[in-house]
């Protein structure tokens, strides 16, 4: 994609938003996010959107139904050549200053398939509601990233004994149009940085990163809340505290230290860090409300993931969970990665039915049957996944 063709593509995804409406446009609206047409918008100040469980069925996520997930207004104009990522912080020997062209030429360059799935995916499931983007089960996905490991550029840099965390900073302006407010600055203690899954990407399924992907440089760190692959790349620190940047404090990407009923205030103290997503799988096919003849044995297929462990074992119910059958599991592609599971039900009567997915993991932890414990901002909604099916 040239140059003229990346502005030009921005600015309609600019000016069909109208960011002269309110913070928050009508969920499922009919605006559609220029590049990714068949992705179901819930907010375009910023752009927010999410794709179907069954459009998420191929191994590699396309890049045309790779939710999208924004904090702030990406920037206008990219220019590939001139850009740039600073390394520096309390906690490195010494600041480098890297353009893409340097990132290519000084490092290997690898190409993985990692997973990032929002925070509040599956948010809109909480009761009492919670605010925030309503997400559904879409706000995941697994592409192949092309770029460079992040470990490697950190060494370059050299990485001080008392490192503690890395925080980024991006290219995208604050709602406010303030020049000096960062929307979004989050980061991973170091050992994440510093993981085989962790990535500065400037690539994405064969192509470019999509403009609202974080063309033309982003972080990927497999597993965590996507709020920590920072897009739009121009900076990243090493600190030697825990980051402490916009949307690292307060209840932004945290969870009550204990378990609290419905409804009730916490206090940010009384908050903790979200790090590694829980357990989690996905039916991507059939799409639900499928209409099945009960002779037939029903293909059920879908995805299924861990943070940073392995999924062991997924397990399919069509009676409501009184009973379960496991299906073939398959290997990651590589760590930081999904795994496809696949299997066959057969019903025994006509009727409505569900078809419901458990994932667990490789620490005998399994995906609950409803909604896990309520939180103030709607995060790590992990619940068994199911579809309905009419069998006749």
């Not at 990406?74 to 200053?97: A, C, F, M, T, Y």
């Not at 994440?192 to 982003?218: C, E, Q, S, V």
């Not at 069509?318 to 057969?346: C, H, K, M, Y």
Request: hydrophobic share 40%.
């Amino acid at each position: 994609m040239s140059e003229l063709t990346r502005r030009e593509f921005v600015r309609q995804a600019l000016l069909v938003a109208g960011f002269a409406a309110g913070p928050q446009s009508t969920y499922g609206a009919t605006v559609t996010l220029p590049g990714k047409p068949k992705l179901r918008v819930l907010n375009d100040r910023p752009w927010n959107a999410e794709a179907l469980p069954h459009q998420l069925d191929p191994e590699v996520t396309p890049t045309e139904v790779f939710f999208v997930r924004n904090n702030g207004i990406p920037p206008l104009r990219v220019n590939v050549n001139d850009w740039r990522l600073r390394i520096d912080g309390e906690s490195v020997q010494r600041e480098i200053d890297l353009s893409i062209r340097d990132l290519k030429r000084r490092y290997d360059q690898v190409s993985l398939q990692l997973l990032i799935e929002c925070g509040g995916n599956g948010r809109a499931e909480f009761n009492p509601p919670v605010p925030g983007n309503q997400w559904t089960l879409g706000a995941v996905g697994c592409p192949m990233f092309h770029g460079v490991r992040l470990r490697d550029v950190l060494e370059d840099a050299g990485v001080k004994q008392d490192a503690v965390y890395i925080g980024f900073r991006g290219a995208d302006t604050h709602l406010s149009g303030v020049s000096d407010l960062l929307p979004i600055s989050r980061g991973v203690p170091i050992a994440k940085a510093l993981a085989d899954d962790a990535m500065i990407a400037w690539g994405m399924n064969g192509n470019d990163l999509h403009p609202m992907n974080g063309h033309p440089l982003r972080l990927v760190i497999a597993g965590w809340p996507g709020s920590v692959s920072g897009k739009w790349l121009t900076g990243i620190s090493v600190r030697n505290q825990v980051h402490d940047g916009p949307k690292m404090g307060g209840k932004s990407y945290r969870v009550p230290r204990q378990p609290i009923a419905p409804g009730t205030t916490v206090a940010d103290d009384d908050m903790k860090i979200i790090e590694a997503m829980p357990v989690k799988s996905l039916i991507t096919y059939p799409e639900t409300g499928l209409r099945h003849r009960k002779e037939n044995e029903l293909q059920v297929r879908g995805h299924a993931w861990a943070g940073d462990r392995l999924v062991k074992r997924v397990q399919l119910s069509i009676d409501f969970g009184q009973r379960w059958q496991d299906v073939t599991l398959e290997a990651p592609r590589n760590s930081g990665a999904w795994q496809r599971f696949s299997g066959t039900v057969n019903f025994a009567q006509s009727g409505y039915h569900e078809v419901w997915a458990k994932a667990i993991d490789e620490k005998g932890v399994g995906q609950p049957m409803v909604l896990p414990g309520w939180n103030p901002k709607g995060y790590l909604n992990n619940a068994c996944h199911r579809i309905a099916t009419h069998v006749v």
